[in-house]
């Protein structure tokens, strides 16, 4: 009977230990789908099944499961079973108390159990410092990894990654190089998760060339090597070299299916590669990476950009989870390929929809309001911005004060940006991007300076912004010596658009030798940009030798999307008298489909757009429009205008040239203007092309007889020749500004004058001169009232009676 009841009592301690270890595996398995809510109600049911009760090891094993989904509730109903059950002093049990909490967003909470805690190692400082890096609290991720060598704790693979992490949300070069030699010191160089970190460090400081050799010199390589690389150099804007990296990875055995797709796609969309772009979607459907949300976002952007909206809401529509991600990269590609009012209108849809905008989104429908030059909606963007709690973002205040610029009211911008609670990098970048924007080159090059003494190292943005200021105030010196100093005091990478800038600033200058000896070192062919400047240039200093190399350069591009090399070389052989030549050039551009972008302007009246084209007749006020327009043609006359033939069509007589040019789109839009809103109010027109030098000296001679300003924003695509922002304030000193400018060139006035060429100016400003040789006193002039600078995507003239 003993033996009886000693086997039963044995059985049932066998089936209660089965029963709990059952529950454990049950745990596990739950954790492993990651489902942290299941996983508690397990928990809850094992105890009240009267099983033994949990141990460290359960509960460790059910916090391993948590995520950013539970609500800290519910942990802290966990943490006090873990203390019911006299497990509140266990170190495994703690730190994963504290992981959990960290992974929760309940960062106090965990800092409250950490300092609690009896003992502590090193991972409960790793959970901690990474739960900080993830809530962006860097310097307290650093004290704490302070604090961590002074207790004499060895530092781990993911302490390392954590302080790296800091290092690059500090923003902070010097400390993460510490942190590298430290690395290097403890032996960790040659741990590959190390290596990764230390990768993405130099990767996100744009120290593309230390990335590299770190990467070539990696014992080990991984799969997130590849992808950190790659995405760093798609990030710097070498496509190529990702493109090289991108294929080598598909000769390794690692993981297809967490190759870069989402990368990859994003070179696609940035290049307009939609043939690359459907080749790495297939790949991602082999893989079934195209499920992942990011790249299912990257697809939705990529045929977006390129154009193929309705592919794009294809796999919008087929998404599983649409946050803002996808909304904003179609509201962003309906803008970016000239399409705001579609932009917008998806926005009010999002809305509908009840998504949340998010900074992105912000920034894009920003962008619309700026090229629809609408102040009104950018205003009541800005009340959104408030009312969603991003004025404190940096992301959302630089894209107000962008908008601002763009809108031609810099006064606003500057508030906006001394109103910001934090200044990083980026919002020191739209500050300077705001100058350069309305041509203020000596502002830009200020800020420049504030910006490095406030303790923030320049970047690619930045470098961009001032290269170009002093490319278009003359200062090709300074503006050498700063393209020079990325490279050899900062460490930053030139890429593409520094090199264009460069080879720009020297070809405006009349340096054609030493923009060739530019291009000759580039990492990469010359592009359409390149190339597109170099002709604009040789048209100005009368370069028909180069300029051919040029266009022929231009013309055999296969993604040459528009007219504009053509057009320009035709007005070089029209000039020099060489009509076959223009005939052979429109020939061409009929064989190989390309037709001329029509210029139109459009302006924003109680908030309703208005466009007009050249010798539009459609709107319905065109009989007062044109009237306006005669009147003003008169006044202008009597102050001396003579318009510039050169600029109508060739083969017409001189009678419907003059007639032709005063029907411009430039002049319907601003005549309308004129009678549609209050005397000496500012005017701001929107133009997809740049102007011509009639309507230039036209404009500026409005501006002065109504006694308004008159702001003219050219929006046109990357790539074009009108891809310039210039503003020129109607004033007395604008000649002498001028002259200051030809001097710091070593140029000669009346030479210059001969040769149509003007000092940094463009074309337009030959009428300026003319113009102001006749009308302003010598002895009231000023420095500093001619501005021009280069913006992407827009041209700006700004004209002052």
């Not at 170009?468 to 700063?482: F, K, Y």
């Not at 060739?650 to 040239?657: G, R």
């Not at 337009?764 to 102001?772: Q, S, Y």
């Amino acid at each position: 009977m003993r033996n009886t009841n000693t086997t039963l009592a044995f059985q049932s301690r066998l089936l209660v230990a089965a029963a709990a270890a059952t529950h454990r595996l049950f745990i596990a398995r739950a954790c492993h789908q990651q489902h942290p809510i299941r996983n508690l109600a397990v928990d809850a049911r094992m105890i009240k099944t009267g099983t033994d009760p949990p141990d460290h090891v359960t509960f460790a094993t059910l916090l391993s499961g948590c995520d950013d989904s539970m609500s800290g509730k519910v942990l802290v109903q966990v943490h006090a079973d873990i203390v019911k059950f006299g497990l509140g002093s266990t170190l495994i049990v703690c730190n994963s108390l504290v992981d959990s909490y960290c992974k929760c967003h309940c960062l106090d909470l965990a800092f409250g159990l950490f300092n609690e805690m009896p003992a502590r190692d090193s991972v409960t400082f790793n959970a901690l410092m990474t739960g900080y890096t993830k809530d962006v609290k860097n310097q307290e991720a650093i004290l704490l990894f302070i604090e961590m060598q002074t207790l004499g704790l060895k530092p781990t693979d993911f302490t390392f990654a954590a302080v790296l992490c800091a290092s690059v949300g500090l923003e902070n070069v010097a400390l993460g190089q510490q942190v590298h030699g430290f690395v290097v010191k403890t032996n960790f160089d040659r741990n590959v998760f190390v290596g990764n970190a230390l990768l993405d460090f130099y990767s996100k400081h744009d120290y593309r060339i230390d990335a590299r050799k770190l990467f070539d010199e990696m014992p080990e390589l991984d799969g997130i090597s590849f992808n950190i690389i790659i995405t760093g150099y798609a990030w710097d804007g070498q496509y190529e070299e990702s493109l090289h990296l991108f294929r080598e990875l598909q000769d390794t055995r690692f993981e297809r299916r967490q190759f870069p797709f989402a990368t990859m796609l994003s070179i696609a969309a940035n290049t307009l590669d939609l043939g690359m772009g459907r080749q790495i979607h297939s790949q991602a459907i082999v893989t079934t990476a195209e499920k992942e949300f990011l790249v299912g976002n990257s697809l939705v952007d990529m045929y977006a950009k390129c154009g193929r909206f309705e592919e794009a809401q294809g796999v919008f529509a087929n998404l599983a989870y649409r946050n803002s991600v996808p909304w904003t990269a179609m509201i962003s590609a309906y803008i970016q390929n000239g399409l705001p009012e579609e932009g917008l209108n998806l926005f009010k849809d999002m809305s509908r929809a009840r998504v949340s905008p998010d900074q992105a989104t912000f920034a894009s429908v920003l962008r619309a309001s700026a090229n629809l030059a609408s102040l009104q909606l950018g205003k009541q963007f800005h009340s959104c911005i408030i009312r969603s709690g991003f004025m404190s973002n940096v992301f959302s205040g630089s894209a107000l004060l962008d908008m601002y610029a763009k809108c031609g009211f810099i006064k606003d911008a500057i508030q906006t940006f001394q109103e910001m609670p934090d200044r990083n990098i980026v919002s020191w970048n739209a500050l300077i991007s705001a100058y350069a924007l309305v041509g203020d080159g000596e502002a830009t090059l200020s800020s420049f300076e504030q910006m490095f003494e406030s303790g923030l190292q320049p970047d690619s943005v930045s470098f961009l912004a001032v290269i170009t200021a002093c490319s278009h105030r003359g200062l090709i010196e300074e503006g050498l010596q700063h393209f020079n100093s990325m490279t050899e005091i900062y460490k930053v990478s030139p890429k593409k658009e520094h090199y264009a800038s460069v080879v720009d600033m020297l070809c405006r200058s009349g340096r054609f030798n030493e923009a060739e000896k530019v291009m000759a070192h580039m990492p990469f062919e010359p592009d359409e940009i390149i190339w597109s400047s170099i002709l604009n240039s040789c048209r100005i200093h009368k370069n028909k030798e180069l300029a051919k190399r040029a266009a022929d350069n231009l013309f055999n591009m296969n993604k040459l999307r528009d007219a504009a090399a053509h057009v320009t070389m035709s007005n070089i052989y029209a000039e020099a008298g060489q009509w076959e030549n223009v005939g052979k050039v429109k020939k061409a551009m009929r064989e190989r489909g390309v037709k001329k972008v029509p210029a139109y302007n459009w302006v924003d009246v109680k908030h309703k757009v208005h466009v007009f084209s050249a010798n539009d007749k459609t709107h319905p006020q065109i009989e007062e429009i044109m009237r306006k327009i005669d009147v003003l043609t008169q006044r202008m006359e009597n102050e001396g205008y003579k318009p510039d033939l050169s600029c109508a069509l060739h083969n017409e007589d001189e009678e419907m040239k003059v007639e032709s040019l005063k029907y411009h789109s430039e002049r319907l839009a601003i005549a309308f203007a004129l009678i549609s809103t209050p005397e000496g109010s500012p005017i701001v027109v929107m133009k997809n092309l740049r102007a011509c030098t009639d309507c230039h000296a036209a404009i500026k001679l409005i501006s002065k007889i109504v006694g308004r300003e008159i702001t003219v924003d050219f929006i046109v695509t990357k790539g074009r020749d009108g891809n310039i922002h210039m503003v020129c304030a109607r004033r007395s000193g604008l000649f002498l500004s001028i002259l200051k400018a030809m001097d710091n060139l070593g140029l000669d006035i009346q030479q210059a004058v001969i040769n149509d060429f003007i000092g940094f100016a463009l074309d337009v400003i030959i009428t300026e001169v003319a113009f102001l040789l006749c009308h302003c006193p010598i002895g009231t002039l000023s420095t500093n009232d001619i501005k021009e600078d280069i913006g992407e995507g827009s041209q700006r003239l700004r004209y002052k009676g």
